[in-house]
């Protein structure tokens, strides 16, 4: 069986920037268990691992463009701490769900505290970044017709209703 549409597919990966420093890892833990197709992983680690079969191992170097975006400076802004009311502590770090200028909602991090002023940042923290993955294809198996039906792998490893 190779890795298609509505696929539950178990991969162990680990997720290096650059640097080669090691970001993310399921060494150690259980599997990343996902749906193919359904947009549950980064649009470039997906691709790459299409057609593949239990057993292959990959290095997959991912750009920008098919992973978290690019940085965007529209995406930092400065607010006031008085928009934070009923948060006693703010700290560089925290992050907030906050509207995004399509109306949507997203996550903003501070990323510095100036007195009253308080910078946030709604990037994603690895957009910009090329993210490079070591991957192993542990199983492979139909994805049930519920999975498909939820966009995503339900039970041991996946999600949990």
């Known amino acids: 069986m190779t890795i298609a549409a ?37 649009p470039g680690l997906e691709k790459a ?14 750009e920008p463009e098919d992973a978290y975006g690019e940085y965007s400076a529209e995406l930092v802004s400065t607010l006031s701490r008085s928009m934070f009311e009923g948060v006693d502590e703010l700290e560089v770090g925290m992050q907030f769900h906050a509207s995004a200028p399509d109306g949507q909602m997203q996550i903003v991090t501070i990323r510095d505290l100036d007195g009253d002023d308080v910078t946030v940042d709604g990037n994603h923290p690895l957009a910009g970044q090329r993210l490079t993955f070591q991957v192993k294809i542990i199983e492979i198996r139909d994805a049930s017709q519920e999975e498909v039906a ?9 999600h949990h209703h």
């Open 6 to 42: 509505n696929k539950a597919v178990s991969i162990d990966y680990t997720l290096t920037n650059d640097a080669g420093e090691v970001i993310d890892s399921s060494a150690g833990g259980a599997p990343l268990v996902y749906l193919h197709g359904a947009g549950n992983i980064i």
């Open 49 to 62: 691992l299409e057609g593949k079969k239990v057993g292959d191992e990959l290095k997959v170097s991912v």
């Open 150 to 158: 939820h966009g995503h792998v339900h039970g041991e490893g996946g």
